[in-house]
């Protein structure tokens, strides 16, 4: 019998007992998970899915790296580092600043018809979370996506998502531009997940 049953507490008691051991079981079930939702695929390719989208495409990737996401956006928020992983840029230029975006233009190899691809775009800086981008002019009739960046394994890699949505004028045959536009951005993370990895 509870001791407290003439003050009316006995209930309080015996409810506080029950929601502590809850919470012990809850806290136990969270170490035995933790180990499996820890494991990282730091070594599998990046995971790059796209399709046709009408003269254009959209193509979807995640991977983990082995590297803080403070060491991932060292080179990816980074205008002169930009060559270091995209494989087709000659140059990468700001062209104007302020508090969280800037404006920059890219200018990238082509093909035999159009050599040099020029895109201005305003990119919006969350610093070791998100980066997006919004074509404003250019070669390019859409140009837009965003990169996130979140930590895993207790912030000691990083589980990267992009996204992009882009298209030319007069457009290409559909299974080019979807192979082509999978190619381009595998390479381009695994290029990324090499130079972030190497610098940590």
Known sequence: MCPW???GRCGTIQGVAVL??????IFLAALL??????AQTYEAAPVVTAHRDGDGGVAE????VNAPPSAVWAI????SRAQSFMRSLISCRVLERGDG???REHRSRGWVLHPVMRNVSRITLEPNRRLSFRLIEGDWTRSDGEWTLTPIDGGRGTHVTYRINAAVAGGVPAGISRSLLVA???GTLAALRREAERGS
Do not use: F, K
Not at 76 to 79: G, N, P, R, V
């Open 33 to 38: 998970i933790a180990p499996y939702a820890a």
């Open 101 to 103: 975006w800037d404006v």
């Open 20 to 25: 502590g051991h809850m919470r012990r079981v």
């Open 61 to 64: 990737a995640t991977m983990d």
């Open 5 to 7: 049953v003439a003050e």
């Open 76 to 79: 990816l928020s980074d205008c």
């Open 184 to 186: 381009n951005v595998r």
